[in-house]
T-cell receptor, first 112, second 111 residues
C-alpha cells in the first residue's frame, strides 16, 4: 500500500469553527489531491497540488483552502465550517497528472 | 452527457457468475482510464488501468472503445470478496491533472 496517512481520521466540529485536515505521504509523489465523497455525488475534487507551493482549484473549491509547504504534506482548511461540508474527505497522490492515484484512508468530518 | 456515467446497479450475482460493468465518458480527449474498487466506508483502491488494446488481470478484463467512448470491466468466476463498488475513472482533459470519477456500480456476490 502507498504510504499515505490522513489526520484526524474522525472529527466532529461546530458550524463556524476552522478545521484543518492533514495528508502526509512517504512516496515523494509530486501530485496531491483532496476529494470529498458524498452519497449521490461520488468523489469530487476540491483542490490539488502539482508541487510545493503550487496548487489549483478543483470542482468544489468554494469554502476550502489548501497549502503545501513540503512535498510530503498537503493541508486542507475549512476557514469556517458549515453543515454542507459534512463529508468524507480523501487525500490522494500520483506521480504524474495523468497517472493513477492512490488514496489515503479518509477523514470523516461532521459539522453540527 | 455526464462526464463519466455508470449504471449504479446493484448487480446481485451468485458466486461463480460472470458480470460486466459498462461506463461511458464524454471527453474524447481523455487519455487515461482506470477501474477502482471501493469497499464500504473505505478508500478507493486501484483495480486496474485500462489500455487501448484491452488488458487482463486474473479474473478481471478491461476493454476500451475510444470511438464509442466506452469502457468495460468483466469479472469472471465471481467471489464473495468481489462484493464492492466499482468506480470508472477517466482523466479530465489532455493536461491530465484531474481524474473524473464515476459514481460507481455496486456489486453484491452471494453464496
Amino acid at each position: 500500500d502507498a504510504g499515505i496517512t490522513q489526520s484526524p481520521r474522525h472529527k466532529v466540529t461546530e458550524t463556524g469553527t476552522p478545521v484543518t485536515l492533514r495528508c502526509h505521504q512517504t512516496e515523494n509523489h509530486r501530485y496531491m489531491y483532496w476529494y470529498r465523497q458524498d452519497p449521490g455525488h461520488g468523489l469530487r475534487l476540491i483542490h490539488y497540488s502539482y508541487g510545493v507551493k503550487d496548487t489549483d482549484k478543483g470542482e468544489v473549491s468554494d469554502g476550502y483552502s489548501v497549502s503545501r509547504s513540503k512535498t510530503e504534506d498537503f493541508l486542507l482548511t475549512l476557514e469556517s465550517a458549515t453543515s454542507s461540508q459534512t463529508s468524507v474527505y480523501f487525500c490522494a497522490i500520483s506521480e504524474a497528472g495523468v497517472s493513477e492515484q492512490y488514496f489515503g484512508p479518509g477523514t470523516r468530518l461532521t459539522v453540527t | 452527457r455526464k462526464e463519466v456515467e455508470q449504471d449504479p446497479g446493484p448487480f446481485n450475482v451468485p458466486e461463480g457468475a460472470t458480470v460486466a460493468f459498462n461506463c461511458t465518458y464524454s471527453n474524447s480527449a481523455s487519455q487515461s482510464f482506470f477501474w477502482y474498487r471501493q469497499d464500504c466506508r473505505k478508500e478507493p483502491k486501484l483495480l486496474m488501468s485500462v489500455y487501448s488494446s484491452g488488458n487482463e488481470d486474473g479474473r478481471f478484463t478491461a476493454q476500451l472503445n475510444r470511438a464509442s467512448q466506452y469502457i468495460s470491466l468483466l469479472i469472471r468466476d465471481s467471489k464473495l470478496s468481489d462484493s464492492a463498488t466499482y468506480l470508472c475513472v477517466v482523466n479530465k482533459d489532455q493536461a491530465g491533472t484531474a481524474l473524473i470519477f464515476g459514481k460507481g456500480t455496486t456489486l453484491s456476490v452471494s453464496s
